[in-house]
């Protein structure tokens, strides 16, 4: 088994009010699963669970740059 090592601020996220600053991050992937909704990625800071959902692009999360 592989493992990766991901980190990132628990910045939250925006979906019309602000929403578990300090708990998890939310972050954009740049594959979209339908015309109004991209998959995103949540880490949370109390456990080393990534997990994959599906959310509407109107929501603020973050975007992680990362550099060849």
Do not use: H
């Not at 929403?19 to 939310?26: D, K, M, P, Q, T």
């Not at 015309?35 to 599906?54: E, H, I, M, Q, W």
Request: net charge positive.
């Amino acid at each position: 088994m592989q493992w990766l090592l991901i980190s990132a601020l628990p910045a939250g996220n925006y979906n019309g009010s602000y929403n578990n600053f300090g708990n998890n991050a939310n972050l954009w992937s740049a594959t979209e699963n339908s015309s109004t909704n991209a998959y995103n990625r949540k880490l949370n800071y109390n456990n080393a669970n990534v997990n994959r959902s599906g959310a509407n692009e109107d929501y603020g999360y973050s975007v992680r740059c990362l550099r060849d």
